[in-house]
């Protein structure tokens, strides 16, 4: 198999009463090979703020960036100012895209909203997995509603890669979208970065594509970090993991988990399916019962479920309890001696205790946070 896949889950017992159960689904590519057969919708800002060392560093990496992507790719190139233009549609000849790009400019205001819109609309005409790779530096001059980001209806195997440039962009509406999507958001604060950054969205090597992850439970299932269940996922080009939470019923005996990976194999294009369980039985006593609890799987999930609370508080404006949300961050990681959770709270910390504007870092944290759940 060119991919595999753990299913970790708390509590190996069930008690007298209903208890949550949480889980960490991991799963590595093995095999890799050559990432083709993906569409890359590529948006990028051209407005009047984009002026300058901006829109050339942008093209420049966007060009970076088409001449990583592997040939058997398609690519659509979107600018927006105050109008969309769709430069190229589902174009495989890379060397007529980057020669367009050298010509583009920038000049207007910020069509976010119908870029966006116009990208879905070509991502659902084609019918090909992919990604939407973003990048912008202003607010929306079109709709500035948060809702119109919550109501798009973004095709599920497509992935958002989305890059805010500054300050003056709205962090807010690029959480969303790469939430919904099961992608990232990232801030670039010196437009220099993204000459590198920009490249870096380019997916080389697969070990897996089509990917649908179906979790079964007796009861409701939460998922913490991704949209679903079912989760699905145009590709697996490095590990993803996956936490959720399910109730598990009173004196409960059998499978609290199913889950069934498809996919398909990119050496042969063959369907393949992976099944993992997470059995509970009846504990006899309390000891019996505590005796069975895993708190590595309690301690992680609770630390990344507290990171998701943060990234709403510093939503809010309210640093007072992202504070205090970063302490218990703080005493989860150094309980679990983790390096990973230890070096993550301190770059969050400092990112709050570095500035007192709230927007710079409302940006800082909404980035890093979808990054550390979905990296």
Sequence with gaps: MTISARLEF???YSFNSPIRGTFKLTV???????ASGFHYI???DTSGSMRGEKIETAK????????RIPQGNKVTLITFSSYVNTLFEFEERKDLVIENIQRIYAKGYTAFHT????????????NVPGYFILLTDGRPTDRKDIQAYEMLDFPREFKVIAYGIGYDYEERFLKIIADKTGGIFIHIQDPKEIINSLPQAAVTK?????VVIDIDAPSSIRLLNYPGPP????AIDKTVTIYGETTIPARFNGNALVVTISYVNPLDNLKKNITLQAQVYPATDTQMFLSGINNEINNEYQYYELMNKLADQVNSENLIEATKTLNQMQQIAQQTKRVDLIETTRKLQQSIGST???EQTRKTIMSEVTKKMRS
């Excluded at 989760?231 to 145009?234: A, G, K, P, Q």
Aim: glycine fraction near 4%; aromatic fraction near 2%; charge should be positive.
């Design 206 to 210: 697969i070990g897996a594509k089509d």
């Design 231 to 234: 989760v699905i996922l145009n």
């Design 115 to 126: 870029a966006l819109t116009t990208a879905v609309q070509i991502a659902k005409k084609y």
């Design 28 to 34: 590595v590519p093995e095999m890799l090979s050559v």
């Design 42 to 44: 590529i948006l990028l």
């Design 356 to 358: 007192r504007n709230v």
């Design 60 to 67: 420049r990496g966007a060009i970076e960036l088409l001449n």
């Design 10 to 12: 708390s509590h190996k």
